[in-house]
């Protein structure tokens, strides 16, 4: 462990902790556009630098290990004054359209803009500009609006181990971009978009279905047994974005079906109540080969009945059958979207209530 | 007769572009056909050599009879036939073609350490590395020495970093050595990309082995038994001499397992760096090596702790390995007393621009830039005054005439507003506008920042603009305050060294040539007469006689006038190329 004053309070962080996290400890705000706590160190954005007695200029706090007896300023007229410089620069070379970004009001640098005051710009200068090759469904890109913290990229490659986008070029060209410039093709899970500081990496389903105002709804996400934690971004009784809180159990990582694969929802195929078939449909002989070996719901006749119902008519065809064939004529197969729980129970439920082995599980083949 | 004769070749980059190839086989053919290799009583031989410095007189020869050594310049194939006939044959040199007498002021007032091999023995043998006592001081460190006394050796000669950095190479290698690690690495930063510099280019095509001994050595002081050696694509001569260099060590034994006869073992590799001047600085080449991309990255730890896939590694430039061999051969106090008290030994710098001796020198640290630009390079060129001596490349500064008795090392150029850098000297004399000059520095640095941190990437190319603005005549009042104030940012912000030095070049003329930007600025006026919006070509007509050789040469038409009677440029269609200021004889066109 050391100790270190920061601000004049006295701090103890672990051995290898950077002043950052020290600073985070005590909640004296530091800003920062490239800094993720789950991310290796970056130091690209330059915001976060800080002064530390005996050194002969200021340092960046993310890049610099808590040392014992450190004495650090955060917030001096001079920094103050490097920070809104810095900001400056990153402003010098980003599109003015925050009235239609979709990460208005959820935009890292627009919040610094607006901390700072920065209305002029002593810098304007050239821009990049970039043709928009997007055809995928998921991730929107809007390149302009980079500010080249290379949290995209250390998640994509970190985290994600999928390394599908890089830095390229040099200079003010420098971009981000997959290999060659082609089309973003990757898994789209997203996870880019979730640590992106502006709105340069979006929801493309996200587009236009509003801002704020939105109602935080925690729930599971309903996928896989991993359980992710998700919050449902609802309005207007419509859940128009996915995300995830950073303490969860996933620690606010999703795939691209609990970040994007929230469509059916709002489905109108979606089954919403449990049906009973009372009947094949009109024409179709159940005793003749079918096409298909599956019945759709537009094969069959259904009636729609309450839960109760529902579970009373399984249990008396279940003990039917099990008193007329044996147990072994019953088999169970559960689903790898029910959790470890569930399909704990599951196969309970039919080795020891039914009384056969005969259980098995999607995710086995 | 009983001649011994040698013919040296010079075949460097430079060398080699002027035909220094076929120079030599010219002479070695001319040597075959007269059948002097036959003759029992005749040593005659016929060498490649490695750049001696003075590229602007290639290609060089030396012809060396009985010892007495002949300098031939400007040599082409056709050549060869004359001097072979009159001066190997008969003994009479070719008076007309050997050089003069700047060709003597240029070497005789260097000390040659570092270079001293090159231009001397051929960098494709390693038998004439070895008889020139090339490998003495690795077999010695391998024999008689204990890595803390090669540390020792190292510290106490005041060696520091050559790269630009100066850091003290004994220092660094005493922290390789301390750390305990299953795998350590040895790099040499042979990625110079300094617009215009040649030093370590020199080195790695001239003696290539000097390099190789010297990081054997740093591998036997630090117990490393991998290295690198990180050299850039585009320098494809120096990538084959190195290669062939290793290979010849392989098989005499200096590298690979159990070298010298001993049990240890160290592989050496070449990795080509893909031309990123960034790639120069230590954590991006390393990342660079890892197959990353070469951005730098933050240094919360050091190399020397980890570095190169995280394992201590200790990366030196290519200079300051082929220092050390004469360090353990010559010993620490032979190589600190050629320098200073704060840094130890020769330095080699590429002296370029409106000098008139141009090419590549090696001095003692602590002569004055006075004996550098007016002993060793003639003084300026074309009767000029002298202006300004831009040190260190694109991050360094422009130091002006009243500091010309600066002494040369790392504090005193720092002192003034410069950097020692990895060795670039340009002069500049009257006629370089200051503005435009730090205008082209900063052009480049900005096109090389890895992009990586904003104060770099955005702000260099701000300050670009600002100079753009100036140079075309658009300056405003305050421009001159926001350069400053962008570039003192830059430097207390950004990540890497290329950031922190980029600004140098605006900072240190606007310390020393302010009236130069404020007349840009103010009066719409380059002083230099060299920032083409600002200038203009005009006739004075009473020298003007009508030849016609502006209107001849003019590629605009711009030049009206008949034969034999003033002439007068229209300044609506003039481009501003200054191809008629060029092509008149009788001064009569003035650019103002």
Redesign the interface.
């Known amino acids: 462990m050391v100790t270190l004053k920061i601000d004049g309070k006295k701090v103890t962080v672990r051995k290898l902790s950077t002043v950052l996290d020290a600073a985070r400890k005590l909640d004296i705000p530091i800003p920062t556009l490239c800094h993720h706590p789950e991310l290796s160190p970056f130091g690209g954005c330059r915001l976060c630098l800080i002064e530390i007695k005996g050194y002969p200029k200021p340092v960046a706090s993310c890049t610099t290990f808590a040392k014992e007896g450190m004495e650090i300023i955060t917030a001096s007229p001079s920094l103050e004054k490097l920070r809104r410089t810095t900001l400056e620069l990153i402003l010098s070379d980003h599109p003015k359209d925050c009235m239609v970004c979709e990460r208005a009001g959820d935009c890292k640098l627009q919040e610094l803009a607006y901390f700072y005051g920065i209305r002029e710009n002593r810098f304007e200068g050239e821009r990049r500009i970039y043709t928009k090759k997007d055809n995928n469904p998921f991730v929107a890109r809007e390149m302009e609006k980079c500010i080249l913290c290379g949290q995209c990229v250390r998640i994509c490659d970190e985290i994600q181990g999928v390394g599908a986008i890089d830095f390229a070029y040099r200079g003010l060209k420098t971009k981000i971009c997959p290999p060659f410039e082609k089309d973003l093709d990757c898994e789209f899970c997203g996870q880019c978009v979730s640590v992106c500081p502006t709105g340069a990496l979006t929801g493309k389903m996200w587009a236009h279905k509003g801002r704020q105002n939105f109602k935080e709804v925690e729930t599971v996400c309903p996928y896989c047994g991993c359980g992710c934690n998700l919050t449902l971004h609802v309005w207007r009784n419509e859940v128009i974005r996915v995300s995830s809180k950073e303490d969860t159990i996933n620690e606010g990582w999703l795939c691209a079906k609990g970040r994007f694969g929230y469509g059916f929802i709002h489905s109108p195929d979606r089954l919403a109540k449990p049906l009973i078939r009372t009947a094949p449909k009109e024409g179709v002989d159940l005793n003749k080969p079918q096409n298909s070996s599956r019945f759709t719901i537009h094969d069959s006749q259904f009636k729609e009945v309450s839960w109760d119902e529902a579970l009373d008519y399984i249990a008396v065809k279940l003990k039917e059958t099990k008193e007329k064939y044996g147990s072994d004529a019953v088999g169970g197969l559960s689903s790898a979207r029910c959790t470890n729980e569930e399909n704990y129970l599951f196969q309970k439920f039919i080795r020891a209530v039914i009384g056969t082995n005969n259980v098995d599980h999607c995710a086995r083949y | 007769m009983n001649k011994d004769i040698a013919i040296k070749v010079c075949a460097g980059t430079g060398g080699v572009a002027s035909g220094g190839e076929e120079v030599l086989s010219a002479f070695r053919n001319s040597i075959s056909s007269a059948g002097l290799e036959a003759t029992i009583y005749e040593k005659c031989s016929a060498h490649r050599v490695g750049c001696r410095g003075f590229c602007a007189k290639d290609v060089l020869v030396d012809v060396i009879i009985n010892g007495e050594k002949t300098t031939y310049k400007h040599i082409k194939p056709d050549m060869v036939a004359r001097i072979f006939d009159e001066h190997i044959m008969k003994g009479n040199p070719v008076t007309e073609w050997i050089v003069g007498e700047a060709y003597f002021n240029f070497h005789n007032k260097q000390t040659k350490v570092v270079l001293s091999h090159c231009g001397e023995i051929d960098p494709e043998d390693i038998n004439a590395y070895i008889a020139v006592g090339g490998y003495k001081a690795a077999k010695k460190a391998f024999a008689s020495m204990s890595p803390e006394e090669i540390v020792d050796v190292v510290k106490s000669s005041n060696l520091r970093g050559r790269g630009g950095a100066g850091f003290p190479t004994g220092i660094k290698w005493e922290l390789g050595l301390r750390i305990e690690s299953d795998i350590k690495y040895v790099i040499c930063n042979g990625d110079e990309g300094d617009p215009g510099a040649f030093m370590d280019r020199s080195v790695m095509e001239g003696d290539p082995h000097a390099v190789i001994e010297g990081m054997i050595i740093c591998a036997k002081a630090t117990g490393s038994h991998h290295g690198y050696i990180y050299v850039r694509a585009e320098y494809p001569l120096a990538v084959k001499r190195l290669q062939m260099a290793i290979d010849q060590c392989k098989q005499s034994g200096f590298l690979g397992n159990n070298i010298f006869g001993t049990d240890f073992g160290f592989d050496l590799k070449i990795f080509q760096g893909a031309g990123?001047f960034?790639c120069g600085e230590a954590t991006a080449l390393m990342r660079s090596i890892e197959g990353k991309?070469g951005?730098p990255?933050?240094?919360?730890w050091r190399s020397a702790e980890k570095g190169l896939w995280d394992k201590p590694t200790v990366l030196n430039n290519v200079e300051t390995f082929a220092n050390i061999p004469r360090i353990i051969m010559n010993g620490a106090n032979w190589y600190r007393n050629l320098g200073t008290d704060r840094s130890g030994g020769t330095k080699v710098f590429s002296l370029s621009g409106k000098v008139k001796n141009t090419g590549l020198i090696e001095v003692p640290l602590g002569v004055t830039l006075r004996d550098i630009i007016f002993d060793i390079g003639g003084g300026i060129e074309g009767e000029k005054s002298f202006k300004a001596l831009q040190t260190g490349g694109p991050s360094g500064g422009c130091i002006p005439a009243e500091f010309l008795d600066t002494e040369v090392d790392y504090e005193s150029l720092a002192q003034v507003g410069s950097i020692m850098g990895s060795g670039g000297m340009v002069v500049l004399d009257e006629t370089s506008c200051m503005v435009n000059t730090a205008k082209f520095f900063l052009e480049f640095t900005?096109?090389?920042?890895?992009?990586?941190?904003?104060?770099c990437?955005?702000?260099?190319?701000?300050m670009l603009?600002i100079l753009e603005r100036i140079t075309s005549g658009n300056g405003k009042e305050g421009d001159i305050e926001?350069l400053e104030?962008?570039g003192h940012?830059i430097r207390?912000?950004?990540?890497c060294g290329l950031g922190m030095t980029a600004p140098n070049p605006v900072l240190s003329t606007l310390r020393y040539f302010r009236n130069e930007y404020e007349s840009h600025i103010r009066d719409k006026k380059c002083p230099a007469a060299v920032c083409k919006d600002l200038i203009t070509y005009s006739v004075l007509e009473e020298i003007c006689n009508g030849c016609g050789a502006c209107k001849r040469a003019c590629p605009a038409d711009a030049v009206r006038g008949k034969r034999k009677s003033p002439h007068r440029i229209d300044p609506e269609i003039c481009i501003k190329c200054g191809t008629c200021f060029d092509a008149c004889k009788f001064k009569a066109i003035i650019k103002i």
């Open positions: 990123a960034v991309r951005m990255t933050p240094k919360l900005q096109a090389e920042s890895c992009g990586k941190c904003t104060p990437r955005i702000g260099t190319k701000r603009e926001l104030e962008l940012h207390a912000t950004s990540l």
